[in-house]
Each structure stands twice: as C-alpha cells, then as structure tokens.
C-alpha cells in the first residue's frame, strides 16, 4: 500500500473516530446539566468531601490529644510524634495514588469504591483507636490507621478525576472537575464547623475534667466516615468510563450503553472489543519513554510536588500560624482549643472556600495553565512579603498578617492547588490518564510528606518547642519553592482548555486541519 493510501486511511480512522465520539458527546446523556452529571458531581464530590474532612481535621484533634495523652510535656505533643501522627494519612494516601492510578488503567475504572470502602474502615479505626495494655498506645494505633485511611484517600484522586474528566464535555469538564475538587474546602470547613458543635456539647464536661476531651476528637474523627457511607451505592454502581470502553477496550457499544444510547450496526463493526489481554506496563513505557509525552508527566509531577510543599505546610500548621500571631493563646483547654478552632474557619472562609468557586466560575475562561501560572507568582510574592515583614506585621499590623496570610491560601487554591489536580485528568490518553494522575498526585504527596516531617521541626529551629522562632525563615521557603513552580508550569505544562480528550491520545489526527493529504502532519500537541 501506499504512503499516500496510508495517509488516507488514517485521516479517515480519525475522522470516523471523531465522530463516534462526538455522537456520544452531543447527546443529552453525555455531559449536559443531567442525571449522568448530578451522579458523577454527588459521588465524586462526596468523596472528597470525606478525604479532605479525614486528612485535616487532625489539625484541629492533635491539640486535644496534647491534654488527653501528654500532660505531663506540657499538654503539647512532642514534634517528632505530631509530625508523624500528621504525615502518616500522607504517605498512605502515596501509596493509595500510585496503587490506584495503575489499577485504574489496568483493571477499568469499574474499581470505583473499593477506595470508598478503606476510608470508611480507616475512619472508623482512627476513632476507635486505644492502647494496648503493653506496647503500642492509642497515638500508635491512630497513627497505623491514619496510613490505612491513607490509602483509601488517595486512591480517590487518580479514579474520581479520571471519571469526572470522561464523563464530561469538553466545554464543562474543567468546571465540574474544579467542582469536585471544590468539596475539599467545603470538606475542611465542614471539619471546623463539627469541631466547633462537639466542643460546645462538651462544654462543661470539658472544664470539670480536661480527660473528656477523648470524646471529643474521636467523635470528630468517626462522623467524618458518615458521608462516604451515604455514597458507597453510587460508586460501585458507575458504569465503566465511556471513553475507557471506546479508547482502550475498543468496544463502542458498551460506551454507548454506559450512556443510554444504541449505536448503528455500521459503527459498531468499525471497533471490535479488544479480546487480547493488554500489557499495560509496556504500553506506559512506550508512551513516556518519548520525552515530548514525557515532559508534561515531569510537569504535571514536580507543580503539584512544590505546590503540596507550602500548600499542606501551612494547611497542616494552621494552628501553630494561629498560636505564632496570638490567636489561639487562651486561659483554659477549652477556649484554646475553641479559638483554635474558630480561627481555621475565619482562614478557611476568608482564602480557601472562595479560592476554591473562583477556579470553578473562570477556569473555563481563563484557561488551567494561566490560572496555575497566576497563582504560583501570586503566592510567591506573598510568602516573600510575610518573610520579609513577619515581626513588623505582627508588631504594628497584625490584621496586615492576617489578610495577607488568607491571600495566599486564596490564591493556593484559586491557582495551583485546583490546576495540579485538574490538567493531569486531561492531558494524557485514556490508557495511562489514571496512572498519569495517580504518579503526579503522588509527586504532590511527596510534597506534602515533606511539609509534614520538616515543618514542625523547622518552625522551632533556635527556640524552645511552641515557640515558632523560625517560621518567617520557613515562610521565606516556601516563596523560593512557589517560584520553582512558576519556572516548571512555563516550561512543561500545556493548556487544555477547551480540548476534547480526543486530542490528547497518542494517534490523534485533527483531519479538519488538512487540505490535503499532502498536508498531514502531527497535531500541535504532539510536538
């Protein structure tokens, strides 16, 4: 045959391709404002819900656990222990990303739920966590658990963006993506807010006996497992990924049926079901061993990587900024650990929550890449400025500190934290998109693993424990890291606004471009 025959046959695969796609795409059970939508909106969200309440309501437990289980260290938990209790949930949920994101593309994203199911078990462990009468005490246990539950969280980020990102259009699927992602924040308000109910249900047992507290955090811990409960149903009973169907097992009739849609005869006979079993581990090599595939995997990896360093740096440590600036120093347990709690809310309210709906109102007009690039220079002056200014601010205008501390959570998330987790759902094929996401959600982790060992140490460098003495050092840190990943989102980071996910597979062909066959050549993207 020849080349030009080839050239022919090839735009013609794309262009049938194309339109399959667009078939399943353009009808209402694709990715309209319907029930495929709501579904994937409540389950998927509601699963980060839960993952984001889990992962940072240790920040609001671990000073109730410094009364009930260290006392006699000043009711403070050793650094080294807090450290580890907090970073255990995040070198599960490493382990969950990568664990998850090769099965996911390995097995379908039919697992969608066993992630669901850790959770809960992990939840409910961390709650009911105590001592043995020799060996390992509760702080053992909760820890070992908060690396099961871990594992669960983090397989939910590489199965729900994968998900979320094949069920939607292109025209929405960064907006529903930010969406999902948004019920993080809501999630951390939420975690606050319970605090904040059970404290004032506690109220007197606590100022009659500061033990009672063990009540407290783990009824705290416990009702966080409530959510995923609810929406456990849902996730096992998603049908497999359209595009999964169609991209990998080449079966185009069970895409159409997860929609609710027949297909003609004649389109069903130009995909057979793929009967061959897959080397999935070949095929990963194959594509990122090309390094025009492979820097983006680098890009997606190291911004969520430096951004996860500062972002779970502070997000993990709001309490001991809170402690550093005054905010939480009070007479008795009780209203410590209420000023503690109050404050998370007013940051979370001010800079996370907003950062958060900003992304999911102008994502799909601004584009992933610019808003990633914007809040990585943002924060980077930010950080420099609260570095460079700490003791002055906190002398003579400590609500200057307090707002320029919310603008960088503000942009965090109206910025890299949304756009890290979103552009990795979007810009690798169908066959290694949930490995992609997983391995770059890991990378982020990494970060986060990082923040969490080396921020409660670092903070109290050339001063006693609580006492924070390094933390405009560390502020001034984080800016240099933020810079970092302005310098990787400029070099290796595409923009995938308003592309369908068609044109991100390996043997994509834009036909609409050609005049002629003369004039194939790759698509931009491949470059």
Request: some cysteine.
């Given at each position: 045959?020849?080349?030009?025959?080839l050239?022919?046959?090839?735009?013609?695969?794309?262009?049938?391709?194309?339109?399959?796609?667009?078939?399943?795409?353009?009808?209402?059970?694709?990715?309209?404002?319907?029930?495929?939508?709501?579904?994937?909106?409540?389950?998927?969200?509601?699963?980060?819900?839960?993952?984001?309440?889990?992962?940072?309501?240790?920040?609001?437990v671990?000073?109730?656990?410094?009364?009930?289980?260290?006392?006699?260290?000043?009711?403070?938990?050793?650094?080294?222990?807090?450290?580890?209790?907090k970073?255990m949930?995040?070198?599960?949920?490493?382990?969950?990303?990568?664990l998850?994101?090769?099965?996911?593309?390995?097995?379908?994203r039919?697992?969608?739920?066993?992630?669901?199911?850790?959770?809960?078990?992990?939840?409910?462990?961390?709650?009911?966590?105590?001592?043995?009468?020799?060996?390992?005490?509760?702080?053992?246990?909760?820890?070992?658990?908060?690396?099961i539950l871990?594992?669960?969280?983090?397989?939910?980020?590489?199965?729900?963006?994968?998900?979320t990102?094949?069920?939607?259009?292109?025209?929405?699927?960064?907006?529903?993506?930010a969406?999902?992602?948004?019920?993080?924040?809501?999630?951390?308000?939420?975690?606050?807010?319970t605090?904040?109910?059970?404290?004032?249900?506690?109220?007197?047992?606590?100022?009659?006996?500061?033990?009672?507290?063990?009540?407290?955090?783990r009824?705290?811990?416990?009702?966080?497992?409530?959510?995923?409960?609810a929406?456990?149903?849902?996730?096992?009973?998603?049908?497999?990924?359209?595009?999964?169907?169609?991209?990998?097992?080449?079966?185009?009739?069970?895409?159409?049926?997860?929609?609710?849609?027949?297909?003609?005869e004649?389109?069903?006979?130009?995909?057979?079901?793929?009967?061959?079993?897959?080397?999935?581990?070949?095929?990963?090599?194959?594509?990122?061993?090309?390094?025009?595939?492979?820097?983006?995997?680098?890009?997606?990896?190291?911004?969520?990587?430096?951004?996860?360093?500062?972002?779970?740096?502070?997000?993990?440590?709001?309490a001991?900024?809170?402690?550093?600036?005054?905010?939480a120093?009070?007479?008795?347990?009780y209203?410590?650990?209420?000023?503690?709690?109050?404050?998370?809310?007013?940051?979370?309210?001010?800079?996370s929550?907003?950062?958060?709906?900003?992304?999911?109102f102008?994502?799909?007009?601004?584009?992933?890449?610019?808003?990633q690039?914007?809040?990585?220079?943002?924060?980077?002056?930010?950080?420099?400025?609260?570095?460079?200014?700490?003791?002055?601010?906190?002398?003579?205008?400590?609500?200057?500190?307090?707002?320029?501390?919310?603008?960088?959570?503000?942009?965090?998330?109206?910025?890299?934290?949304?756009?890290?987790?979103?552009?990795?759902?979007?810009?690798?094929?169908?066959?290694?998109?949930?490995?992609?996401?997983?391995?770059?959600?890991?990378?982020?982790?990494?970060?986060?693993?990082?923040?969490?060992?080396?921020?409660?140490?670092?903070?109290?460098?050339?001063?006693?424990?609580?006492?924070?003495?390094?933390?405009?050092?560390?502020?001034?840190?984080?800016?240099?890291?933020?810079?970092?990943?302005?310098?990787?989102?400029?070099?290796?980071?595409?923009?995938?606004?308003?592309?369908?996910?068609?044109?991100?597979?390996e043997?994509?062909?834009?036909?609409?471009?050609?005049?002629?066959?003369?004039?194939?050549?790759?698509?931009?993207?491949?470059?």
């Open positions: 045959m020849s080349i030009r025959s050239q022919l046959e090839r735009i013609a695969t794309a262009e049938e391709k194309l339109k399959s796609l667009q078939r399943l795409d353009e009808t209402a059970g694709a990715g309209g404002w319907n029930w495929f939508t709501a579904r994937t909106i409540l389950t998927s969200g509601a699963g980060f819900f839960t993952d984001s309440y889990d992962v940072f309501i240790i920040n609001l671990t000073p109730m656990l410094g009364y009930v289980y260290y006392a006699d260290n000043g009711n403070k938990i050793p650094s080294n222990i807090e450290g580890a209790l970073g949930a995040s070198v599960g949920t490493f382990i969950g990303q990568l998850f994101g090769f099965l996911g593309d390995i097995l379908g039919k697992i969608y739920g066993f992630e669901l199911l850790i959770i809960i078990l992990g939840t409910i462990n961390c709650a009911t966590a105590s001592s043995a009468i020799r060996g390992v005490n509760a702080i053992g246990f909760l820890g070992f658990w908060r690396l871990g594992i669960g969280v983090g397989g939910d980020y590489p199965m729900s963006a994968t998900i990102s094949e069920w939607s259009t292109a025209g929405k699927r960064g907006m529903m993506m969406l999902i992602f948004s019920m993080q924040g809501i999630g951390n308000l939420a975690a606050a807010i605090t904040l109910i059970v404290l004032a249900i506690f109220k007197n047992a606590i100022n009659t006996d500061v033990m009672n507290l063990d009540y407290v955090w009824l705290c811990i416990g009702l966080g497992a409530v959510p995923a409960v929406t456990i149903y849902l996730r096992f009973t998603m049908p497999e990924s359209p595009r999964y169907s169609l991209d990998v097992e080449h079966d185009i009739e069970a895409a159409a049926q997860a929609k609710g849609q027949v297909v003609s004649e389109l069903a006979q130009q995909y057979t079901k793929t009967e061959v079993k897959r080397d999935h581990w070949a095929e990963f090599r194959a594509y990122f061993g090309q390094w025009k595939y492979f820097k983006v995997l680098l890009g997606t990896s190291l911004s969520w990587f430096l951004l996860d360093v500062a972002f779970y740096g502070l997000g993990l440590n709001n001991a900024v809170l402690d550093a600036i005054g905010f120093k009070k007479g008795t347990p209203e410590t650990l209420w000023a503690n709690t109050v404050g998370q809310i007013i940051i979370t309210c001010l800079g929550v907003p950062g958060y709906y900003l992304t999911v102008l994502i799909e007009k601004m584009g992933r890449r610019t808003i690039i914007m809040g990585f220079s943002v924060t980077t002056v930010l950080f420099a400025i609260l570095a460079g200014c700490y003791d002055v601010l906190l002398e003579k205008s400590l609500p200057a500190f307090i707002f320029l501390f919310t603008l960088a959570q503000l942009f965090q998330n109206f910025g890299a934290n949304s756009t890290t987790f979103i552009i990795p759902g979007e810009v690798f094929p169908t066959k290694v998109r949930a490995s992609a996401h997983g391995i770059s959600a890991a990378s982020g982790k990494a970060g986060a693993i990082l923040a969490a060992f080396a921020f409660n140490v670092l903070v109290d460098v050339g001063g006693e424990h609580g006492e924070h003495k390094f933390l405009p050092e560390v502020l001034g840190i984080f800016s240099a890291v933020m810079f970092l990943g302005l310098v990787v989102t400029v070099l290796w980071i595409p923009e995938s606004k308003g592309k369908d996910l068609e044109e991100f597979e043997d994509f062909q834009a036909p609409a471009l050609y005049d002629s066959p003369a004039d194939v050549k790759t698509h931009p993207n491949k470059a």
